[in-house]
């Protein structure tokens, strides 16, 4: 219908220009008579305006013709095979498609969320599971070791005969009699200026190592010195579990607050268990983060120091400024979910800082494994006088061994760190 209505207003426009041009002329022709005949200046100024209304209509019929040529191309633009409406449908098509996209992409995310979340539940049991057989394998070990001992610092001799050499060296020192069904030393002389390596011994009686302990006990509280030193044996984890309680026993100690340690637990003077400021943190708890946790983390500044390689065992430190234990515990989870670290060996935390309330030092360690580790760090850290640092060092283990000279290369990691962290 508008086409129709545009093409009659095009029609007219034509018609009514031509019919006023004809009147102009027509008119024109009279006036000329009648001009020539009558001498009417009036009627001349009549005739000159009527020409120029006419004009002036003129000008706006062709006003209108462009006008309607322009809704002419407007039309094309908008219905032509590639024009706006075209265009408009092809939109509309993609956009449907797109929706049906996003719903598919939709349904996946949700079915990979419930896969994700399936998968940390079945990590998370695992590591329950190895937390438990950690415990029973070590349960088992000290059981085995029962009736073991550890001699410490005996002299070697040529072509000795510790089954012999041993028992009378006891008698002779503690006055007790006993006998071994296995003993050996463990390892080989390091050189002739080293310490000797110590010797394990498994008793025929248990009950003569609880003699020799407190026969050995009774002379050290004489004053007594003895050419060698005689322990229980026990797991590694048993022990430097133990070693790091008596160090937070002697921390409690300098403040005049006497502690005890009892097994594999330090009570208070208030007689309640002892519990790490900073827990050590496994997969399972970092996988309990949620998105905002997580998005937190990532805000805290650390710094860390290149990887150190040795033998295919890698190593490098993470470290940060802190001043409390919040601070502490903020940058070990940081660590502990950078996915470089989380799928290490050994994640070693070691921190120092002078606590605001009452100015006093706090400090302790964990070593995830890597034993005696975190106390020479925390010592070096002491001796160093470094205070309210935080430092992870994270240690991906080869297989092969490299000794003592991981301490060396993990004490530098702590200097590099340390310098960036002061620089």
Not at 179 to 198: A, K, L, Q
Request: aromatic share 4%.
């Amino acid at each position: 219908m508008s086409t129709l209505k545009e093409k009659s207003i095009g029609k007219r426009s034509s018609d009514n220009s031509s019919r006023l041009k004809t009147l102009s002329t027509s008119s024109s022709h009279s006036v000329v008579q009648k001009n020539s005949g009558v001498e009417n200046t009036g009627m001349a100024g009549a005739i000159t305006d009527i020409q120029t209304t006419l004009h002036n209509i003129n000008n706006r019929l062709d006003r209108l013709e462009t006008v309607n040529k322009n809704l002419e191309e407007i039309k094309n633009d908008i219905y032509a095979r590639d024009g706006l409406d075209h265009r408009l449908k092809t939109l509309a098509d993609e956009a449907h498609g797109i929706d049906s996209d996003v719903h598919t992409v939709k349904e996946e995310n949700v079915r990979l969320r419930l896969e994700l979340d399936l998968l940390k539940s079945v990590v998370m049991r695992m590591d329950k599971k190895i937390t438990d057989m950690d415990k029973e394998i070590i349960s088992l070990k000290s059981r085995s070791m029962r009736d073991n001992v550890l001699v410490h610092n005996f002299p070697y001799a040529p072509n000795e005969d510790l089954t012999t050499a041993v028992p009378i060296a006891i008698k002779e020192q503690l006055g007790i009699d006993v006998e071994f069904v296995r003993i050996h030393r463990n390892g080989m002389r390091r050189g002739s200026d080293s310490r000797p390596v110590s010797i394990t011994g498994k008793l025929q009686n248990r009950s003569a190592k609880d003699a020799i302990l407190k026969a050995q006990k009774a002379k050290k509280a004489l004053g007594t010195r003895l050419p060698f030193h005689i322990t229980a044996q026990e797991p590694i984890p048993v022990v430097e579990d133990r070693k790091r309680l008596y160090d937070i026993s002697e921390s409690f100690r300098k403040d005049n607050q006497q502690t005890r340690v009892v097994k594999d637990k330090l009570i208070l003077p208030s007689g309640e268990e002892y519990e790490d400021v900073v827990p050590t943190m496994k997969n399972s708890d970092v996988l309990k983060f949620d998105a905002d946790t997580l998005s937190q983390l990532n805000t805290v500044e650390t710094f860390s120091t290149p990887e150190v390689e040795r033998e295919g065992n890698v190593m490098f430190a993470t470290g940060a400024k802190t001043y409390s234990a919040s601070d502490v515990e903020t940058v070990y989870r940081k660590v502990c979910c950078d996915p470089k670290s989380a799928s290490a060996h050994h994640r070693i935390l070691v921190y120092r800082f002078r606590d605001e309330r009452d100015g006093k030092i706090r400090q302790n360690y964990h070593d995830d494994g890597e034993y005696g580790a975190g106390r020479r760090l925390l010592k070096y850290m002491t001796d160093n006088e470094i205070t309210n640092s935080t430092i992870v060092i994270t240690k991906h283990d080869s297989g092969r061994y490299i000794g003592y000279q991981r301490f060396q290369i993990l004490e530098d990691l702590v200097c590099d760190i340390e310098n960036e962290l002061d620089s």
